[in-house]
């Protein structure tokens, strides 16, 4: 990897937290969205990454956030479009 910035992160539990880094390889970019452990439950920043996790081109990008904003959408009762419950 020639460089990676941390975008964000935030809490998927009290063990885990999800961050979202940006890199360069080989002149091209990514986006890595993963699951980190904590090696210290009091510090988010501390951590070891998983295998759970994407990592895509940066030229992707656009049709992850549509598809995002449709799972978002499929979930909103507002619009009528909530899974339901079987």
């Known amino acids: 990897m020639e460089n990676q910035k941390l975008i964000d992160m935030f809490d998927r539990s009290s063990m885990e937290t999800i961050r979202i880094h940006v890199s360069k390889w080989r002149s091209v970019d990514y986006i ?3 699951i980190w452990i904590r090696s210290d439950p009091l510090d ?3 951590g070891t990454p998983t295998k759970k996790g994407i990592r895509i081109s940066a030229d992707l990008l656009p049709k992850l956030i549509l598809a995002l904003e449709k799972a978002r ?6 619009k009528g479009n909530a899974l339901r419950s079987s």
């Open 44 to 46: 988010s920043s501390a």
């Open 32 to 34: 890595d969205v993963r």
């Open 73 to 78: 959408a499929a979930l909103d009762p507002e």
